[in-house]
Each structure stands twice: as structure tokens, then as C-alpha cells.
């Protein structure tokens, strides 16, 4: 897959008008730019610069243990090992393709984008000091953000084995979820169902899956506890495998009913067509170009709309390699998201859709699907839900 | 472990005069300082600024969803929740506590102590604009390099028992080697010996263990081949288990007797006893204060006083979490190593010697030993390899 995704990049670099495009890194095994799952399956101990450029050079400057290792790999077609300092050969390979413009991998608002560590964009000014090229440094924010969004036909192959299993574990954990059962016990048949298939979950075990039931549970990104579900309990799961390095993450919820009662109390189920019809609403209205705040807009303002209160959390992010993956997602213009509401929408890019609303007696309603963009609007990866689930006594 | 390194952290801020220590960092399961290591066993989503003070206080700032395993974790006094920005809630702590210097996790020459990623250093001097705090932000490579070289008993203890087991299964290993066999047939034994004692290795296991077999091999950092153990070669191992997240890291060299013969040919006897000479000199030299490349240059000039060429990278690294750990190494005064080779050694760090050498017709010799340091010098903490050791036909 790496030659493929170094070829897109060749052609982004082209699209966006940046010369060169380099991953600079160094004992990548502590800390891992998360680049390099795309342009190299290994990782470096020395200072290491990978560099692709818009007329399709590939060049790897690296130490000199690691050079075997890079010629087995295969995707550089130019190799250049050292012993005691990246320097010199960096700054001739600079001389000798004089890029107008370098972009390296820092974001504000993009973490996967942003794998270059402070010392070592320090480092790399130090080695370019006292030539042009210290001054033409830039983000390689929207060129990292387009090679991880644009899904090739392989990554969507990934991404849609990834979501249809873990539905497949969703349906076999409706069967398993009783009243009596605690949120442990649950989390624990479903992590029984990844590893029987020799797979693994798609973010921390600590909190994937994370299961909840009924009133005044966390709600988010905490670990299952020893509470037991009980009649008129709301339960949620959140949950993805991960599948050949690809991530799903869904979000499901049942209503668990009373002994003798056959349907879900009208105010939950009013709740749940509410959440439902949001998620539609939003998938239905994205298109590429659209920005990601106003895809947020939409199933926010439904939901004060209808007198709920509005979720305190984005809409729905980028899913890939990483479960919160890309550089822009379905956010609202709060400080923290920073840019990364404002990015448009583009073709091939995969996005949750999860808006989420507490009710105080019943416990959270959520609901999370995975949808891809195409040129003339969104289309579900993942199988909708389209009305509450029931557990029955 | 949580709060002994932390506390241990409250006395290192107040020996280097520094008033407070900040690990800033989002989505640390995808770029995870390693700091994290020491102060929280969890990811963050969100920014989050975890603070340590010198006079001991413990703050954490994460986004709301974080809290509540926060709480669980309970290693911050203070922990405070937000929704939309960290910015308000950190200008507000720093305003209270006036820190005159605040360390953050960038370093030019340690990973370890290199965290801190450049789009977040630049949010972070966004969030502090306009106050003073901006230009109180210093590089915390001290404190990191003292919290991760001094290890408490119990880190001792980890390590100890690393060397301990990967001992035992380079000794297993030596009954498995035998002329015929290819070097991933023996890395694939080593493998089934980590893995029955519910273990895994310490490094990327694409090369750990790294296993070479006769002159003209690929020598460090390169995966096991179908290359056959042969008459009269060296075999070199390089390896080591992580026992509860600490790592061991060794190397030792066997030499293989062609049928009939009983002893290694002279040559081969004579680089193997300068090298481990070098090795117990540099060993028997070592004292808190002095520094890494004065150990360094011991063993290197040894060699070369001898006759044989000086190897091509440091003497030796320290150990912990992290293969590659801590500051300071036993390194040259190569621009690649930057300050790391000027640092002093200091009690409680642990670190490799592991010289090399190539003999073109039998392969390369190395021996690769861990020291911890002492008041009054070092200590092996593995069982130190005396003579070469031989594979009989």
C-alpha cells in the first residue's frame, strides 16, 4: 500500500503547489509520526528525513543501520545512509533539488498531522541554518490531512470489512444483554468476540468497547464498571475493530424493557427518532466542498429544534488508520477544534456521525454511524440504525 | 508506580530550581509522550496540560470526557474539566500559581524527553500570548533525563528481572543453535521462549531478536534471514524481554566449531577477550559525575590501541520503558548525539556497553551488557558474557 499512497502524495503535493514534502523523525519507535503508517512500514532510530517531491523523487537521508531495512522496503529509490550526522547530506539534497517551498509535519489543529516533535523541527532549523531553505518550511497540514482523508478503493475495502464485523459483534451483543448483567460482563463477551476472530478493538481496551447502562453513568471515554443493567435502562455501546490497520467506530443503543412491556416508553422513543433523523438529515445534506461546522450545524440545531439540549462535543470526526483520524471534521467553531471545523469536505473522506442527548431518567441515547464521501453526496459504510433496539425481560 | 515518580519529580523540580513541569498533549494514543509513562497511565483526547509544581502540587486540565478517568486514576489533586477550550482554565492556573519557569517536553537530543510536538508548543504560546508566561517556557530535558534515569527499587527490581529471564533465553537459545539451522529459525525458538512465558520483547520484534550468522551479514538493526548457521561462524544475538513495561536489552556472541575441533581459532579468541576487556574497563571506570563520552572514548581507544577499527555508533544507551531511554549516553562527540554525549552519569541510571567489531571471515563479535550506576561506581545487572561461547558439531 505504500506505493500507493506515495503516488497519491506525489499528486496532492502537485494539486496544492508544494515542492517537497519531508517526515522528519528520529527513534520513530518511541514516538511514531503518524505519517509514516503511509509512506514507510518501519521505523528509524537516527535523525531520518523521508522526502517526496512533486516531480516524484523519493529519498530517504537515514542512519546507516537502517539502510538495509529501507532498501528491503523497497518504496525509496534513492538511499542515503550516515554515521555521524544527517546534516550534510540533508542540506546537499537540498541544494540539489532547491524546493521553493518544504512542508513538514506540524499542525495546530490536526494531531495526525502534527507527528514532527518540537526539538526536532528545532533540530532541522539548526541543520538548514544559514541556507534558503530554513525560511521555507511550512505545515504540511493539508497535504497529510488529504493522504489520510482521500481513501484509495484498498482503504475503503479496509475501512468497510472493518465496520461490517463490528456489527456483526453489535447483533451478537443484543443477544447477550440482560437485565441483571453488568456493564463489565458485557464489555467482556465483546472482546471475546474480537479476539475469537484473531482481531483487535480500534482504540484503548480501557474504554473500547465502552458499554453503559441506564441513568448517571460517565458517557464517554470511561472504562465499564460492575453496575448491572436493569429494566428501563437506556444501554449504549461504543465500539470498532480494527481491521488489516484500519479502524471502525460505532455507536448502538437498546432500550432494556420491563418485564411484560413490548415497546419503549414514547418520550425515549421520541428521543431516539429525534437522533435518528439528525444523523439522516446530516448525511443526506453532505456534499464535497461543504465545510465540517456546517455539517455539525445541522444535527445540533435539530436537536434544540426540538427541545433537546445540544451535545457538548463535535459532531463526528475522520475514521481511518486512527479512530479519530484526518484533518477536518464535523465540528463546531469552538477554540479547541481550530481549523480543523473550517476544512472542506472532499471526496473519499470517511466521517462518524454521532450526535448524542441525555435522558435523566432513562440514561444517554447516542448513536454513531460511518459514512464516505462521494461526489454527489454522502453514502452509508455502515448499516444505519434505524430505530431503537429492544431488549426483552 | 504513579505517585513514587511523581513525587520523585516534586524533589528533581526543586534541585534544578525549576518552579513547574507541564506535559501538554491531545490525542496521546496516537503521538504519545513518553513522559505519559510516568505520570498517567491513560490517553487524553483533548489538550491537556498536566502540571507538577515544586512544591508539589498536581493539577490536571483535560477535556470533561477525560475526567472522569482522571478521578480513577487518582494521581491529580486538582483536576479540572472543560468543554470548548483549555485556554481560559490554564491562563487561569497559571495567573495563581506565577511559576518563574515552566518546563515542556521538547528536547534537541533526547526522544525520550521529546514529547511535546510542534503544532502543540505553538498552541500552547498561543494560549499563554499576551501574558508573561509565554516567555517562561523552557525545555524540560533534565527533569525528564532525572526521572527517567534514577530508578526507584522497584524499577530496579523490574529491570533485574528483564536481564534475568532474557538471560535464561540466550542460554536456551545456545543448546538450540546447531549448524543447518537459518537465523529465523533460531529467532522463531527465541519468539516461542518470550511468548510461554507470557511475555513480549523489548523492541520492534521485525529485529528483536536481531540474529546474524557468519561474515558479510547486515550486523545491527536488520530482520533474521533464511542465511544457514555454517562452520566457523560467529553468531551474534541482540535482545531482550520487557518485564512489566521495562525493558532488557543484550547481546552475546557464539562461535561454531567446525566438526573435530574443540577450540575458536586464535584470532577469534583475541577480538572476543579485547572487546570484553573494553567492556569491563569501561564498566570498572564508571562513577556519578563523569561523563558519556569520557566512558565512550575508553572503550573505543581500547580497541583501536589494539589494533581493531573503532565501531560505528555510541558505546551504550541507557534502559528503562524504552529500549533507547533516558538523556545522556555513552556517546562520541557527534553532531547526531548533540548533548546527549556531554551529560553526566548519575545514580540509579542504567546503561548498555555493547563495543563491536567485524572479523571479515567469521563475522562480527559483540557483547552487550547492562550497568547500573552506583555511588562509588557500576554494577553489572546482568550476569557478564567472561569467554566467547561455543556451539559444538
Known amino acids: 500500500m505504500y506505493k500507493e499512497k506515495i503516488e497519491q502524495a506525489v499528486g496532492i503535493l502537485q494539486e496544492k503547489n508544494i515542492d517537497m514534502w519531508m517526515t522528519f523523525v528520529r527513534e520513530s519507535a518511541i514516538m511514531r509520526d503518524p505519517s509514516l503508517s503511509f509512506i514507510a512500514g518501519m521505523d528509524f532510530t537516527w535523525q531520518t528525513a523521508l522526502i517526496i517531491t512533486a ?6 537521508i537515514a542512519g546507516q543501520y537502517d539502510v538495509a531495512s529501507l532498501e528491503t522496503l523497497g518504496t525509496y529509490r534513492e538511499i542515503i545512509g550516515y554515521v555521524q550526522s544527517v546534516r550534510e547530506d540533508l542540506r546537499a539534497v537540498m541544494q540539489r533539488l532547491d524546493p521553493k517551498t518544504i512542508a513538514v509535519n506540524y499542525s495546530l489543529s490536526s494531531p495526525t498531522a502534527d507527528g514532527l516533535t518540537a526539538g526536532m523541527l528545532m533540530n532541522l532549523r539548526e541543520h538548514l541554518s544559514g541556507t534558503p531553505y530554513q525560511d521555507r518550511l511550512v505545515s504540511a497540514n493539508e497535504i497529510v490531512s488529504a493522504i489520510r482523508g482521500r481513501k ?3 482503504e475503503e475495502r479496509r475501512m468497510r470489512e472493518a465496520t461490517r464485523i463490528t456489527l456483526e459483534i453489535f447483533e451478537a451483543t443484543g443477544q447477550f444483554i440482560r437485565i441483571g448483567r453488568s456493564e463489565k460482563e458485557i464489555a467482556d463477551f ?3 468476540e474480537v479476539e475469537s476472530r484473531g482481531l483487535e478493538v480500534a482504540w484503548d481496551p480501557a474504554h473500547c468497547p465502552a458499554v453503559y447502562s441506564g441513568p448517571g453513568t460517565a458517557g464517554a471515554h470511561a472504562s465499564p464498571t460492575e453496575r448491572k ?22 455507536q448502538r443503543t437498546w432500550y432494556v424493557l420491563p418485564p411484560g412491556e413490548s415497546e419503549a416508553p414514547a418520550e425515549v422513543q421520541r428521543a431516539f427518532q429525534v437522533l435518528q433523523t439528525s444523523v439522516d438529515k446530516t448525511a443526506k445534506a453532505m456534499k464535497p466542498g461543504l465545510l465540517g461546522k456546517e455539517m455539525d450545524h445541522i444535527s445540533r440545531q435539530y436537536l434544540l429544534d426540538n427541545g433537546y439540549e445540544e ?6 470526526h475522520q475514521v481511518g488508520r486512527e479512530c479519530h483520524d484526518g484533518g477536518g471534521g ?18 473519499g473522506q470517511v466521517y462518524t456521525i454521532e450526535p448524542r442527548m441525555t435522558l435523566p431518567d432513562y440514561g444517554v441515547v447516542t448513536l454513531e454511524e460511518e459514512v464516505i464521501v462521494r461526489e454527489n453526496g ?6 444505519p440504525q434505524e430505530t431503537l433496539w429492544l431488549i426483552k425481560s
Chains 1, 2 share one sequence.
Open 229 to 250: 443493567v436493569g429494566p428501563t435502562h437506556l444501554v449504549n455501546m461504543d465500539f470498532g475493530v480494527k481491521y488489516e490497520g484500519y479502524c471502525a467506530d460505532l
Open 55 to 60: 516531480k516524484g523523487e523519493t529519498i530517504a
Open 190 to 192: 465483546v472482546m471475546n
Open 311 to 316: 451535545f457538548p462535543h463535535g459532531l463526528g
Open 152 to 154: 484509495t478503493p484498498e
Open 378 to 383: 454522502a453514502e452509508y459504510l455502515s448499516k
Open 330 to 347: 464535523l465540528f463546531p467553531e469552538w477554540e479547541k477544534y481550530g481549523e480543523a471545523a473550517r476544512m472542506p469536505l472532499e471526496v
